[in-house]
């Protein structure tokens, strides 16, 4: 089976397809059939559309969702400012220079969702839909009963590290475990439970300040591999009825984080339909395309999902990219990624095991750390990467076993927060020079050459 085995089983129903238009109801009958808006729904509920793209987007772009719910989301206070410490707010530092973070730690203190997400690095503004925002998490409390949470700012894809989450959104119930990812659109409520209260969470966010993401074209691979449209999960309905309680919306908008009640549950969806919604994605199904003659390939040949514009095709805003468990079979190749400088910007991180071109261990890249190699930042393996892989025997051999990596490439130039470069305190003193200062001069010239001009030191 190509799928991921883990340890905690699957406490939910999903339906299937990437980008389909799907319909789900929790009570039979309570989807209106052939109209959206009748004058009465079924059951007394509301109707309620959630609009992803302009309503006249392109048809293959076009993302909407109607709900059937019991009160509709407008129902609620005021939103007023909750101090979120700063927390989300697009203000980079922009620096050239190569960057890796140790593992970012738990809090002593207890820290749920909404208090636990830090943005770290990211490039653009909310406000004109343009950018990406890099998060870390690290969650130790279930949100509190009777809270939810939405961001107006964009999708939020989460990469999972530790600990399984439980999350509940408008649109159904999620289990999400390390080495599955999550997409929560912008706008849908949520709500974020530790899935074993003993077992906290941490990991890394993407949230997309622009479009939503695509599978990416496969070209001349052909209509299936890499991650295939079948193998996306989305939540049946599920609702609770709830209209005698307190509720706290969250709601994160323009990097700051407001908050507004209600006396009502926002999980109140008994049916929907449309192609807007949360999916998961298990990592272990994404089917791995490599050389079988000779040289390393770009690493774009592992993306999982990409966002793209229009005016630049093939020119990501963020392509989530992974680096599972492979065979490397190149013959006369050095097989880990080459000494690169790219116009995009690579921000990596590690779920578990480790990473081709990279050491491990105290200051190396570790899981639950993470790098940044922002535009035209020289990178590429280390000395001892480099000359493992210049001498190994080039027979086949998997690597990568038991370890998935991935990587948020962006066509921004990244900068990184405050909370990034300092407040969190695992940024790593000497990352560049530690890594490449030590590469030796291998050059050896033929001896009966003859030049005009003269080398270094003769
Ligand atoms: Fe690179």
């Known amino acids: 089976m190509r799928v991921t085995q883990f340890d905690l089983p699957e406490r939910y129903e999903y339906q299937t397809g990437f980008a389909a238009n799907l319909e789900t109801e929790a009570i039979p009958g309570a989807l209106p059939i052939g109209q959206n808006s009748p004058q009465k729904c079924p059951y007394g509920l509301y109707a309620e559309k959630i609009s992803g793209t302009a309503f006249t987007a392109p048809r293959w772009e076009n993302q909407q969702t109607w709900v059937y719910r019991i009160i509709p989301s407008a129902a609620h206070s005021t939103f007023k400012p909750a101090d979120s410490g700063g927390r989300f707010k ?19 203190r207890e820290v749920d969702w909404v208090d636990g997400l830090n943005l770290v690095a ?34 939020m894809l989460i990469v999972p590290q530790t600990g399984a989450m439980d999350i509940q959104t408008e649109m159904g119930r999620l289990l999400v475990r390390p080495n599955e990812i999550v997409v929560i659109p912008r706008g849908v409520r949520y709500r974020v439970n530790l899935a074993d209260e003993s077992s906290p969470l941490r990991g890394y966010v993407l949230e997309l300040y622009q479009g939503h993401f695509q599978l990416p074209e496969l070209g001349p691979i052909g209509s299936n591999c890499l991650a295939n449209a079948r193998d996306f999960q989305i939540p049946v309905a599920a609702y609770e009825h709830d209209t005698k309680s307190e509720w706290t919306i969250y709601n994160k908008f323009c990097g700051e984080l407001f908050r507004a009640k209600q006396m009502h549950t926002p999980f109140d969806v008994v049916a929907w339909e449309g192609r807007y919604y949360p999916y998961k994605y298990d990592l272990g199904r994404f089917n791995t395309i490599g050389t079988i003659s000779y040289d390393h390939p770009d690493p774009s040949l592992n993306t999982v999902l990409t966002a793209t514009t229009n005016a630049h095709p093939g020119t990501a805003i963020a392509d989530f990219v992974i680096f599972p468990p492979r065979w490397l079979v190149a013959e006369d190749t050095f097989r880990p990624p080459s000494y690169h400088r790219n116009v995009m910007s690579e921000f990596m991180g590690l779920i578990s095991g480790s990473y081709i071109a990279k050491g491990g261990g105290k200051g190396g890249f570790q899981a639950a750390g993470a790098s940044l190699h922002n535009c035209m930042s020289s990178h590429g393996p280390d000395l001892a990467a480099f000359e493992k892989a210049s001498n190994e025997e080039l027979k086949p051999v998997k690597v990568g076993e038991g370890s998935m990596a991935f990587m948020f490439e962006s066509c921004y130039m990244v900068g990184i927060t405050e909370w990034g470069l300092k407040s969190c305190q695992k940024l790593q003193e000497n990352y560049s020079e530690e890594s490449w200062s030590e590469l030796k001069d291998l050059f050896q010239p033929p001896t009966n050459l003859h030049r005009d001009g003269h080398e270094n030191g003769q």
């Open 122 to 155: 990211g490039a653009g503004d909310p406000s004109l839909k343009q950018g990406v925002g890099y998060y870390i998490y690290a969650v130790n409390k279930s949100m509190d009963p009777k809270t939810a949470l939405y961001s107006a700012d964009g999708d």
């Open 90 to 108: 697009t203000e980079f530092h922009h620096v050239p220079n190569q960057q890796r973070w140790d593992p970012f730690d738990f809090a002593e």
